[in-house]
Every structure is written in structure tokens, then in C-alpha cells.
Nanobody, 115 residues
């Protein structure tokens, strides 16, 4: 069994920060990319950030310059540091990873940005 579990979601004020974390656990061989997606209310799920096995990184246009993705290969984790949060960042954030050639998803964690 392999699972991805997100943590760190919650409530933040506009301009504030949150740090999300995702851990892969279970029996597996290799993790290729790890990424974060989000589902905003009434919108299609969109890619937020991806970090590949070679360390290369891409961000969605809406979070460029505000969010930072990082991974710790030894701990099988990927983090998303979210700064300068806006109300439009509200949504459910999902961890995604290619593990042994199979794309897997976490259960999601709610992020709410509001005064």
C-alpha cells in the first residue's frame, strides 16, 4: 500500500502565510514528480506547483512569485510554502505524485483565506 497524506491547511488572513506538507508512506520503490494541485470553489482543479525528480520546478501563473515548492527525498515529503495569500487562494489543496509509474493523490487539505 502507498498513500499520500497532506497536512498544514487551515485559516489565514489575506497577506498571511501557510505551509503545507505531504508525506508518502508505504511500500514503494521510486518517487518521480511530486506536485500540488488545488480545487477552488466552482472551478476546475488546477496545477499549483510541481517538482520533478531532477529538481526542476514549475508554478502555476496564479501563484508565481508567492508560493515555493520543495521536497525532501530522504523523508519522502513535499512542502508548499504559501506567502502573500489572497482570498482567491481558498480551496482544497491536493498532493500528487508519480510513485513507481502510478500517479497517486492525497485526500486534500482545506485552505481558507479570509478576514
Amino acid at each position: 500500500q502507498v498513500q499520500l497524506v497532506e497536512s498544514g491547511g487551515g485559516l489565514a488572513q489575506p497577506g498571511g502565510s501557510l505551509r503545507l506538507s505531504c508525506e508518502a508512506s508505504g511500500n514503494f520503490g521510486k518517487i518521480y514528480h511530486m506536485s500540488w494541485y488545488r480545487q477552488q470553489p466552482g472551478k476546475r482543479r488546477e496545477m499549483v506547483a510541481v517538482i520533478r525528480i531532477d529538481g526542476s520546478i514549475d508554478y502555476g501563473d496564479s501563484v508565481q512569485g508567492r508560493f515555493t515548492i520543495s521536497r525532501d527525498a530522504a523523508k519522502n515529503t513535499v512542502d508548499l510554502q504559501m506567502n502573500s495569500l489572497k482570498s482567491d487562494d481558498t480551496g482544497v489543496y491536493f498532493c500528487n505524485a508519480n510513485i513507481d509509474a502510478l500517479v497517486r493523490w492525497g485526500q486534500g487539505t482545506q485552505v481558507t483565506v479570509s478576514t
